[in-house]
């Protein structure tokens, strides 16, 4: 079985908890926090390309991981605040969907300016991401839930684009051996897509 971060969700989930009580609380509902996260995913990966591309500084990256933890933790509560506080509606799904692709690829594609990568290698990754949400998304269609089969899932994801963030915003260069990073994930993105759709046929012919 492929494991992936997202398997740490429910202790995640738990811990949080005491906070999205207090969020709900206070009124602050699951599509303002799905907002809020998208515009700070595309102010972050915009702020990368600005300072790389435009200023030749590379600092900026180092907000990268500062922010896809939080961001992480903001996927959580806006989930946990539409199922536990009844916040779900239509609209929501909709953003919920739509604003992860959009904030994946506003962090990658920073990426797409940073030797040894290049353009085509960084928008791979962001066409199997897509890809791979979408084949997740589609499981309810087939009758069964949401898919988050790893490996190298959102979580993964995460973690692999900030250690990354954190070496460019550090060290301003990469070695020419990491131009393998990109293509490799794109691989284990593939590896993940496979999973998804197979794993959910799978589930939603036993549930017929």
Not at 1 to 28: C, E, I, N, S
Not at 53 to 71: K, N
Not at 143 to 170: E, H, N
Request: charged share 10%.
């Amino acid at each position: 079985m492929a494991h992936t971060l997202y398997d740490l969700k429910p202790a995640f989930q738990a811990w949080l908890r005491p906070a999205v009580g207090r969020l709900a609380a206070a009124g602050v509902t699951a599509n303002q926090v799905t907002l809020f996260a998208l515009i700070a995913s595309v102010a972050v990966g915009a702020a990368a390309i600005v300072g790389i591309d435009l200023l030749g500084i590379t600092w900026p990256f180092l907000l990268l991981p500062a922010w896809l933890p939080v961001r992480m933790a903001m996927n959580a509560i806006d989930g946990m605040l539409a199922r536990e506080f009844g916040q779900r509606s239509p609209i929501g799904a909709y953003l919920n969907e739509l604003s992860d692709i959009v904030s994946d690829a506003a962090l990658y594609l920073p990426f797409a300016f940073v030797a040894p990568f290049g353009p085509w290698s960084v928008v791979l990754v962001v066409l199997a991401a897509w890809i791979s949400e979408m084949a997740g998304a589609l499981g309810p269609l087939v009758g069964t839930t949401r898919r988050y089969d790893g490996p190298m899932g959102k979580s993964d994801r995460a973690l692999v684009f900030g250690a990354l963030g954190l070496c460019v915003g550090l060290a301003g260069a990469l070695p020419p051996a990491l131009f393998w990073a990109m293509p490799a994930i794109t691989a284990l993105i593939g590896w993940n897509i496979v999973n998804r759709v197979c794993r959910g046929a799978a589930a939603a012919r036993t549930r017929r």
